[in-house]
């Protein structure tokens, strides 16, 4: 059973905007912090985003800071990632994770990932 429902992936054209959504769908973990990584062909998986559901405040990594913003919506459970100006190099497999804190993020509950192709 998914315990994470990511929506939101597809083709797109550089310079274009994309938007990825993930929703808690069973509540059998901590979900105080959720964000995306992403692992682009043959790399490893890097961090994007993520944001502390008890307060909003966002965590960006430095692969789209200034080109990303994520937003929680705690009554749908749901967190959106917006990436703006995408390059061929956001080409990648995007995963939803959710976690505890941001420092134990990664050790966290896995979606199955979208994929998002970017082309040039």
């Known amino acids: 059973q998914a315990l994470l429902a990511e929506s939101g992936g597809g083709l797109v054209q550089a310079g274009g905007s994309l938007r990825l959504s993930c929703t808690v769908v069973l509540h059998t973990f901590g979900s105080d912090v959720m964000g995306w990584y992403r692992q682009a062909p043959g790399k490893e998986r890097e961090f994007v985003a993520a944001i502390r559901r008890t307060d909003g405040s966002p965590f960006y990594g430095p692969i789209v800071k200034g080109r990303v913003s994520i937003s929680a919506d705690n009554v749908e459970d749901t967190v959106s990632l917006q990436i703006d100006r995408l390059y061929f190099e956001d080409t990648g497999v995007y995963y939803c994770?959710?976690?505890?804190?941001?420092?134990?993020?990664?050790?966290?509950?896995w979606g199955q990932g979208t994929q998002v192709t970017v082309s040039s």
């Open positions: 994770v959710a976690g505890n804190t941001i420092q134990t993020l990664s050790a966290g509950i």
